[in-house]
């Protein structure tokens, strides 16, 4: 009888790991400045494990070759030596550590379309890529940051480069030791062929859900049905768990039309439509013990400054969706205690 007992409570033991040992970040925005406590502590206030870190380098058009990155004229935050004091920083407030670097294009274009026009920039753009990777990515073996991802948003590259991904990730893996992602847009995230050699699909979530301008639950929630089938399937397919290396909703009327939309249109501010789509989000993927949780789009520094009730944009901060994302964030600390 001890023996039955016994089974069954590390059975409920394990299924409870399962559920809640969870991903609660947020994808923290570099900035100017050192971080301090002031700013680290409304990241603790709203119950966050995790904190994604986010260095960039800089391209000047989608099919130039030229990567440019950890220059005195970018931003503390977007630079090795400000990426590496926010990672000390958050590890010292007992915050985990997603590095994630990224690449701008000028006016802001869609990475995913990035294609070189010849082989021979192809190259060009492959060895400057793998120098600014392995830069962070022995970064985060030093700062022994918990998560590493291999890249945002690059469809096109991807498709077009498959054995530069592969030979890149075995390089990673030399100088970094913790967990491998990579950032796949909603769209592409099923054709990314290097699943198997990572730790997660990761899923940039911006998933379309209804074309209502203020949906309700249950619009949402049937919005998410077709697509958290494909996942699972993918999941069952190459045995590795989901990590939504990004989610979120702008405070808008049709959130849940283009979550991807990053214009500044001038649709109406809807708080509520946010926090529902937040909600809905967590309930259908926080307690699968296929999914390992995810990075809330997106958290700027200063948090007093930043949000509101008359923004339109992503951040939750100031706004419902912070209540949503802390009461989860929360619930999942207090399961694990």
Excluded at 48 to 63: D, H, L, Q, S, V
Excluded at 130 to 159: M, P, R
Excluded at 256 to 283: I, S
Aim: with cysteine; charged share 25%.
């Amino acid at each position: 009888m001890k023996k039955l007992i016994f089974l069954w409570v590390l059975a409920f033991v394990s299924c409870a790991t399962s559920k809640f040992d969870k991903v609660n970040g947020v994808s923290f925005v570099a900035s100017g400045e050192e971080l301090s406590q002031q700013h680290i502590d409304p990241v603790l206030d709203v119950q966050a494990n995790y904190a994604a870190i986010m260095p960039f380098g800089f391209i000047n058009e989608k099919n130039s070759s030229e990567l440019f990155f950890n220059m005195d004229r970018q931003w503390f935050g977007e630079r090795r030596e400000g990426a590496k004091q926010y990672i000390e920083k958050l590890h010292q407030n007992g915050v985990m550590v997603m590095v994630k670097p990224q690449i701008w294009i000028h006016r802001g274009e869609f990475t995913g379309n990035m294609k070189m026009p010849s082989e021979a920039e192809w190259n060009k753009l492959e060895e400057s890529y793998e120098k600014f990777i392995l830069l962070f990515a022995e970064l985060a073996e030093e700062t022994q940051s918990d998560i590493f991802c291999i890249g945002t948003e690059l469809k096109t590259f991807v498709k077009e480069r498959p054995e530069f991904w592969k030979e890149l990730i075995q390089k990673v893996r030399v100088v970094y030791h913790g967990k491998l992602t990579y950032a796949a847009n909603w769209d592409e995230y099923a054709k990314t062929p290097f699943w198997s050699e990572l730790d997660y699909i990761g899923v940039n979530a911006y998933f379309p859900l209804c074309e209502k301008q203020n949906p309700t639950i249950e619009t949402l929630t049937q919005g998410w049905q077709p697509w958290k089938t494909k996942m699972y399937n993918l999941v069952k397919e190459v045995d590795k768990p989901i990590l939504f290396t990004e989610f979120g909703y702008r405070s808008m009327d049709f959130t849940g039309k283009k979550p991807w939309l990053v214009d500044r249109n001038q649709e109406e501010v809807n708080l509520e439509a946010q926090a529902r789509a937040t909600q809905v989000l967590f309930d259908e993927f926080w307690n699968e013990d296929w999914f390992a949780g995810g990075f809330v789009w997106k958290w700027f520094m200063q948090h007093d400054k930043v949000g509101g009730h008359e923004d339109n944009r992503f951040t939750p901060q100031n706004k419902p969706a912070e209540s949503i994302i802390r009461k989860q964030y929360a619930q999942v600390k207090e399961s694990r205690l």
